[in-house]
T-cell receptor, first 114, second 113 residues
Framework: SQKIEQNSEALNIQEGKTATLTCNYTNYSPAYLQWYRQDPGRGPVFLLLIRENEKEKRKERLKVTFDTTLKQSLFHITASQPADSATYLCALGPYGGATNKLIFGTGTLLAVQP | EPEVTQTPSHQVTQMGQEVILRCVPISNHLYFYWYRQILGQKVEFLVSFYNNEISEKSEIFDDQFSVERPDGSNFTLKIRSTKLEDSAMYFC???????????FGPGTRLTVT
């Protein structure tokens, strides 16, 4: 079955710096890879989606890369702010077919220090 | 901005009891999902629903679970006989037919005692 690994340790950075989070997966590549933000006790919030034929996607201060050869995605937050502190989830899917099931990683806790 | 809503926010029930968790997906969405998250663990897929039928379900979604779209707006998850290990946060999500990002509700925290 698909296994997804994200930085298991919390990531602590200073305000203004760039945060880089890693998502590695095994087995077959999905057609899409997504990143979500989750605050304590809340539901995941969609941030970015990247397709297998896209190398990079940007949205404001966020950037995602997707390397299907390395089976890896990198998620960058530039000019980080304390308000960016949250858990960031990598999700694989959909794979195609009739459903849009997502397979989530365990997430990386990001703490941005003022 | 449209959002997914869920009720109740917290449900406490005794082992063996039936519970129904309710969701109102975003109105123009066609795909609906239930996920769960046990405290400190990852978000896990339970079931997806499209065109008034289950399109996919996980191994977790056994005979004790069922889903229903009783009218044009609500989407429910029923657990017939709750177990202690069903204690978790349950998230409803929905997505449009042609785009693939999913929009999640705030969740229902289910506590089985």
């Amino acid at each position: 079955s698909q296994k997804i690994e994200q930085n298991s340790e919390a990531l602590n950075i200073q305000e203004g710096k760039t945060a880089t989070l890693t998502c590695n997966y095994t087995n077959y590549s999905p057609a899409y890879l997504q990143w979500y933000r989750q605050d304590p006790g809340r539901g995941p919030v969609f941030l970015l989606l990247i397709r297998e034929n896209e190398k990079e996607k940007r949205k404001e201060r966020l950037k995602v890369t997707f390397d299907t050869t390395l089976k890896q995605s990198l998620f960058h937050i530039t000019a980080s702010q304390p308000a960016d502190s949250a858990t960031y989830l990598c999700a694989l899917g959909p794979y195609g077919g009739a459903t849009n099931k997502l397979i989530f990683g365990t997430g990386t806790l990001l703490a941005v220090q003022p | 901005e449209p959002e997914v809503t869920q009720t109740p926010s917290h449900q406490v029930t005794q082992m063996g009891q039936e519970v129904i968790l309710r969701c109102v997906p975003i109105s123009n969405h066609l795909y609906f999902y239930w996920y769960r998250q046990i405290l400190g663990q990852k978000v896990e897929f339970l079931v997806s629903f499209y065109n008034n039928e289950i399109s996919e379900k996980s191994e977790i979604f056994d005979d004790q679970f069922s889903v229903e779209r009783p009218d044009g707006s609500n989407f429910t998850l029923k657990i017939r006989s709750t177990k202690l290990e069903d204690s978790a946060m349950y998230f409803c999500a929905s997505s449009e037919a042609r785009s693939y990002e999913q929009y999640f509700g705030p969740g229902t925290r289910l506590t089985v005692t």
